[in-house]
């Protein structure tokens, strides 16, 4: 018995469903990630919730590429889970914590209280867009 490979493409069938979930999934987040954003906007007041050692901590423009390689990652999750059934749990997951996210950014927005900083030129510039 062989192991199958940890990375390889979904078998046609499935091909059409993993990108329907994945799909809906970037739909929701980009409805209640700016919809948050914007319902946030209407509330009057703000949470102050920043500590005094944040503001010594050094702004490393070159660590937004780690942040953003969770969205490889997302992307390759059916590259990996290759029905609907081993994706849907991930979905499930992402799909309720996105919700959970929107809702306490709606009731509880928070004040930013870092100095506005300058995205550096380049490509990493771009990215902070």
Do not use: C, K, N
Not at 63 to 76: G, T
Not at 89 to 106: D, I, K, Q, R, Y
């Amino acid at each position: 018995m062989t192991t199958p490979p940890v990375v390889a493409w979904p078998e046609s069938a499935e091909r059409t469903r993993l990108a329907l979930l994945s799909a809906s999934f970037f739909v929701v987040f980009v409805v209640l990630f700016w919809g948050s954003e914007y319902l946030a906007m209407q509330v009057p007041w703000r949470l102050h919730v920043d500590v005094a050692w944040e503001h010594r901590l050094p702004f490393v423009a070159w660590m937004v590429w780690i942040y953003l390689s969770l969205d490889v990652l997302l992307v390759l999750a059916p590259l990996v889970l290759r029905s609907w059934r081993e994706l849907l749990p991930l979905w499930l997951v992402l799909v309720g914590e996105t919700v959970v996210a929107a809702v306490l950014f709606v009731t509880l927005p928070i004040a930013p209280q870092f100095a506005p900083f300058v995205a550096p030129d380049g490509v990493t510039g771009v990215a902070f867009v």
